[in-house]
């Protein structure tokens, strides 16, 4: 039988708020345990939330991004379970009325452009941390850092026909939260992290087979190794006869396989119920505009324009738009020097590079996007090669300073005098005659030789194509 | 006559006055109140923690301003307890449970800054029934307050340590918190002034909470006068409190005028129901009697859904309290049962251990209210009558200014009495609870006595944020009557 794949994912990604959701306490990765908490993240008696607006700005931004209807009647609701990072007893979540619902998303799978519905974004709180003593099973700590941190979920409907196909929408998400600034979705941090629901049905059928949820994942290989696991575990049980078992089951790394979790599955009661500390969340039209208005230009738009716009081959426009970052940085280049084929090549190749030697990011370049198409401008006029401006790139990385001066300091300006030109071509066809034999017996290969031989001579800075004719002049007349 | 009680038996704008005008001082006055604690409280139980210290600390502080001549605000000096709900930084708040017997507050409540902000004489923490269950004190895990009228009998609850302390002297005047009629309730059944505000017009944040959508905090004093005053002090809105509402806070003092021409008075057929004391309508219905002559115009009003606000409360209330007290988990703060062998027997250890009986009852009729599969019919049906019971109150207050009614259908009972019968006990909360549900300000001041000499309580309810009216009613009346100048024989 021939089984078709369906998987929904739940994404979860912490927002990157100033504060907490419900306090004003710092929201910020790490810190020593317990640093980062107060009276209201500890769930003290008699404290209560008040909501941080900028985290539904958030979320509506996310919401919107991801062509979502706005509810513009929302609340938050209490989830409830006993667990000792859980501070109140309960989650303050949303259920019944989430900030957004029924969106899509489109996304590239092998040159195909797939569609990926959108269930609903609801925002909540995050929980702390348990952590297991090792050796010790008398004792369990809890670090409330990051208990309070604003949470969206993000519910997918189960429109994903493959393990590849899930994580090319899960970078798809990441790709638009970056752009919108919204999270840092730092996987090992466990700020960006996903459940999965997959099951199987014969090719054909309408009705979904027996489903099971994969939680808590945070690296791209893992789910693709964990999704592609269960693909065949459960292709195996329907083959035998068998029933999978609707259950949750967690990825051992260690040995690539999903394991039922052990013991219950019993089904949690939550109950929900609209949470009394907080007012229901109004939100009007003018909200919505005011987040429409504040989005920025989302991958996939970015790069179809990319294309367009700048004539680019595909490959590089997906490397080029990775991050916001280094798509502005880009395209400030490309503008300034007006050339985007030769700003997409510093760009991505030998800036990308010098910065990875150097431990930076485009974030924090020494050299400027204006500073670059300063570089370019003068590869451009002939003032430098391009063999002399990568190492004037590398200067630029290393030091901070600007082309100019660099070629100034170390005299690396391009000559393209002639009569000097021809004195250094004149030396090497004189120094070697055995190779003035080979090129004029038809192996015009050997140009390359000379080539070489006289910008050695010229340290580089004699203009190539200059060389180049003026030595083929030379070598054929005689 | 009252300047010649003493001290702690004045009300707290005439110890102001007499402060201010040297012919008192604020140690003395101080003193004087932790003396009555020290004679009466074995037997009365009023507070769980005195603070002792703190005050007289204060107390001095206020007499060296008072000699330096500053301004000072009108409660500066003032003895004044706190029901052991509300937070208090670095004191003991236990809200009269095992489980949080250990608990001291790392930070003050928004009430209590308030308060410190008047420079009150800080007295101590109030006796009260367990997380504010209860209707008469019997409740509290460190043993019943007693009511000083009759100390066989029950203060009401729960904010009884509250109302027996104001009626008693072992403070001028109190805190306490209202969820279905905890202040007005046992401030009839001892004889003093209790009122809870508007729901939305004093901020929540540090109260611990009992159920989130009805709990309001309010004062407990000697008289009309004093009630104004420290609703001056305590309301307004608060940015730590999403639910407090942001509307102008009038200077309450201003209402106290005695004078009720031509106001409508509504008096609701349903509250006047069989099963009433025949003592406490007589009471209540001679005090329409004395309103109607003095010029208030009388009228009979319908709030059809009365009879279900009960058992609507008993689902609301107990459904957020479950969900309010599943923090108390012995993981963070409070008592923890020494004895578990892993996570799930410290919950079970630590929460069987630390809570008592009426509390778990709450938390077991909230988490069933709650279940999947009950909440339609439980806690949604129970929303929407709480609909029909605000909209009884929205209709009737097109045609009336305030309502008037018993506060409770019998006077104190005897401790014991409805121990074992749950049910009759949340029946004396009938008429208090209707307010909670449609957030109302209510008021209970006392209009006269039982023969065996038991206060009785009238209760006045207003519009939303109109406090002022009410307050202005009961000034009216209590300045007609004498009962605000009994007190009790101990």
């Known amino acids: 039988m021939e089984f078709e794949v369906v998987i929904g994912l739940e994404i979860h990604a912490e927002l990157k708020t100033r504060g907490k959701l419900f306090t004003w306490t710092a929201n910020e990765f790490g810190g020593e345990p317990n640093t980062r908490i107060d009276v209201i993240t500890l769930g003290m008696p008699g404290v209560l939330p008040v909501l941080n607006r900028k985290a539904v700005d958030y979320t509506l931004a996310a919401g919107l991004a ?20 859980l501070p109140k007893g309960y989650q303050i979540s949303q259920k019944d009325y989430p900030l957004c619902y029924d969106g899509w998303i489109e996304f590239d799978v092998n040159g195909e452009v797939r569609r990926c519905r959108i269930n609903r974004i609801h925002l909540e709180e995050d929980a702390g941390k348990s952590i297991h003593a090792e050796g010790r099973d008398d004792v369990t ?3 409330f850092n990051r208990c309070g941190v604003p949470l969206i979920e993000i519910v997918s409907e189960p429109d994903l026909r493959s393990p590849e196909e899930a994580i090319a929408y899960w970078r798809a998400v990441k790709e638009i939260l970056e752009y919108l600034d919204v999270s840092d979705c730092n996987m090992e941090e466990g700020s960006f992290r996903c459940d999965a629901n997959i099951s199987l049905r014969p090719r054909g059928s309408q009705e979904f087979g027996i489903r099971t949820e994969l939680k808590n994942m945070n690296s791209f290989r893992f789910v693709q190794q964990a999704l592609e696991y269960e693909v065949k575990r459960q292709a195996e049980i329907l083959r035998s006869g068998g029933q999978v078992v609707q259950e949750t089951r967690l990825f051992d790394v260690e040995r690539g396989v999903t394991r039922g979790m052990r013991g219950k599955e019993e089904a949690s009661d939550y109950r929900y119920f609209p949470e009394p500390d907080l007012v229901p969340i109004e939100i009007d039209e003018e909200w919505i505009e005011r987040i429409r208005r504040s989005l920025p230009e989302l991958p996939r738009a970015k790069r179809l324009r990319f294309m367009e716009q700048y004539g680019l081959p595909e490959q590089d426009v997906i490397v080029l738009t990775g991050t916001r970052a280094l798509a502005d ?25 010098f910065l990875r030697e150097a431990g930076r990011s485009i974030e924090d370049s020494p050299v400027g996007p204006e500073a670059l198409a300063e570089m370019i401008r003068m590869i451009q006029d002939g003032t430098i090669s391009g063999r002399i401006a990568k190492e004037v790139l590398e200067q630029m990385v290393a030091t901070g300073k600007s082309a100019t001066q660099i070629v100034e300091e170390k005299g690396l300006r391009q000559i393209s005098d002639v009569t000097q030109i021809e004195a250094w071509i004149d030396q090497v066809i004189a120094e070697n005659p055995a190779q003035v034999e080979q090129y004029r017996s038809g192996k015009t290969k050997v140009l390359g030789y000379f080539v070489g031989q006289v910008m050695r001579l010229s340290r580089g800075k004699a203009n190539p194509q200059q060389v180049n004719a003026l030595l083929r002049k030379k070598l054929d007349q005689q | 006559m009252s300047t010649e009680l003493p001290l702690y038996h004045r009300p707290a704008h005439e110890l102001s006055a007499a402060l201010r005008r040297g012919e008192i001082g604020t140690v003395e006055l101080a003193r004087a109140v932790f003396e009555r604690i020290r004679a009466v409280d074995e037997k009365l139980h009023t507070y769980l923690t005195v603070t002792e210290t703190i005050g007289m600390e204060t107390a001095a502080e206020v007499d060296r301003l008072l000699n330096r001549g500053e301004p000072l605000p009108p409660l500066a000096g003032i003895p004044i307890g706190i029901k052991d709900v509300i937070c208090t930084r670095g004191i003991r708040t236990t809200c009269a449970s095992k489980i949080l017997e250990p608990f001291v507050s790392p930070y003050d409540a928004t009430v209590m800054r308030k308060l410190h902000l008047q420079r009150i004489v800080l007295t101590g923490k109030l006796n009260m029934d367990e997380f504010a269950m209860g209707s008469s004190n019997e409740n509290s895990a460190f043993g019943p307050c007693r009511n000083p009228w009759d100390t066989d009998r029950v203060p009401g609850g729960s904010s009884g340590g509250s109302a027996a302390a104001v009626a008693a002297g072992t403070a001028i005047a109190a805190l306490g918190s209202d969820t279905g009629g905890s202040i007005r309730q046992p401030a009839a059944f001892c004889g ?54 942001d509307v102008p806070v009038p200077d309450f003092t201003e209402f106290l005028i005695p004078e009720v021409r031509g106001l409508r008075i509504g008096i609701p057929q349903e509250y006047f129901i069989e099963g009433i004391h025949p003592e406490v309508e007589t009471a209540v219905r001679r005090a329409i009697e004395q ?26 209330a107990p459904a957020e309290a479950s969900s309010n007290l599943a923090r108390y988990d012995g993981v963070r ?10 996570l799930i027997e410290m919950y079970r250890k630590t929460r069987g251990e630390g809570f008592g009986p009426e509390v778990k009852r709450r938390i077991m009729i909230g988490t069933y209210a709650l279940s999947s599969g009950y909440y339609d019919a439980y806690y949604l049906k129970a929303q929407k009558v709480r609909t029909l019971i605000k909209q009884d109150f929205d209709r009737a207050f097109e045609a009336v200014d305030v309502i008037l009614t018993p ?22 909360d009938i008429f208090t609870i209707p307010a909670n549900l449609a957030g109302l300000p209510g008021i209970s001041l006392p209009c006269g006595q039982t ?3 038991l206060p009785i309580g009238m209760q006045l309810l207003g519009k939303p944020f109109d406090e002022g009216t009410i307050l202005r009613v009961a000034y009216a009346f209590e300045q007609a009557n004498p009962y605000h100048r009994l007190r009790p024989a101990l």
């Open chain 2, 451 to 453: 023969r065996e000499g």
């Open chain 2, 407 to 428: 506060v409770t259908p019998t006077p104190a009972f005897r401790l014991g009495e409805l121990v074992d019968d749950p049910l009759q006990m949340y029946l004396s």
């Open chain 2, 333 to 342: 703060y409070g008592y923890r049962t020494p004895n578990a062998e892993d």
């Open chain 1, 66 to 85: 991801m062509n979502c209807k706005i509810n513009r009647y929302s609340r938050f609701d209490r989830k409830h379970y006993f667990y000792p990072d």
């Open chain 1, 141 to 143: 700590w809890v670090d």
């Open chain 2, 291 to 316: 309103l109607s002559e003095m010029g208030a115009q009388i009228e009979e009003i319908s709030l059809p859904h009365t009879e279900y606000a009960v058992a609507t409360y008993y689902i609301i």
């Open chain 2, 192 to 245: 003093v002034v209790g009122m809870k505000p508007t729901y939305g017009r004093v901020s929540r944040f540090g109260l611990v909470a009992f159920a989130s959508s009805l709990d309001q905090i309010g004062p407990l004093t000697k008289d009309v006068t004093d009630c104004a005053l420290i609703l001056n002090a305590i309301c307004g809105h608060d940015r730590y409190d999403s639910t407090s509402a």
């Open chain 1, 329 to 353: 940085y880009y395209e400030a280049v490309a503008q300034s020097c007006g050339d985007p084929k030769a700003a997409a090549n510093w760009v991505m190749g030998d800036l990308i590079g």
